[in-house]
């Protein structure tokens, strides 16, 4: 017993002392050992037959990040990033490019994701860093919105609850203030599209959200 009780205590020991940092140095308070990013973007996204030419999407998400590594006198970091993104995923029946934007036969469905990614950025001087992330999503699916519907015909649309895929980004920042490009790539199912008149009965998967997104960041590290 006696010998667990000193194991304990130098377990104690040695975790206060890492959260202390070196001697002398005050710890940081919790919320500044991370990094903090708000994004909003726009972009494309379409699904399977019948819906599967693309709509255009908006999404917005915060970030949290925490470098874990340093390499080449800091200039490199490797980080791991979760947080929580609003996006759409969808599609649309026409196959007009200058239709995209007006209403039409198209379906928009929201989804709450957390990301779960590694990433790595590059210092190429006091103001421009490269950055570059990838990594699995888990998310929630709300229900679909329509514009006028399938044809003219009946149709119903049941919305999947879950989804699950991957994403990944890559991008500049000036200072605290970033742009980026990158897709995101759903494995799941995220609807049932039935429609009796047509006969047909099948299940839709989003064939990926590209976006182009704008971010500021807080407690920039």
């Not at 994004?39 to 949290?64: E, K, L, R």
């Not at 995220?190 to 429609?195: L, T, V």
Request: glycine share 10%; with cysteine; aromatic share 14%.
């Amino acid at each position: 017993m006696k010998k667990y009780f000193i194991i304990a205590i130098f377990a104690m020991f040695s975790v206060n002392t890492f959260a202390q940092g070196p001697v002398g140095e005050k710890p940081k308070p919790f919320f500044k050992l991370f990094e903090y990013t708000v994004s909003i973007g726009v972009g494309t996204t379409a699904s399977d037959s019948p819906y599967d030419n693309a709509v255009v999407n908006i999404n917005a998400g915060v970030d949290i990040k925490k470098v874990f590594k340093s390499f080449s006198n800091d200039k490199a970091k490797l980080y791991g990033l979760t947080g929580l993104h609003f996006t759409q995923h969808g599609g649309k029946t026409s196959n007009l490019l200058d239709d995209m934007m007006t209403s039409g036969n198209s379906f928009r469905q929201i989804h709450l994701n957390i990301p779960i990614h590694v990433g790595l950025k590059y210092k190429i001087n006091d103001n421009f860093q490269l950055f570059a992330d990838l990594g699995p999503y888990i998310g929630y699916n709300g229900k679909c919105s329509f514009s006028e519907g399938y044809g003219h015909h009946d149709f119903v649309m049941e919305s999947k609850a879950f989804d699950f895929g991957i994403g990944g980004n890559i991008g500049i920042c000036f200072k605290k203030f970033g742009i980026s490009i990158g897709l995101d790539k759903g494995f799941l199912d995220i609807a049932k599209f039935s429609s009796e008149e047509d006969n047909i009965s099948k299940n839709l998967k989003s064939k990926g959200v590209a976006y182009i997104r704008l971010q500021w960041t807080f407690n920039k590290q």
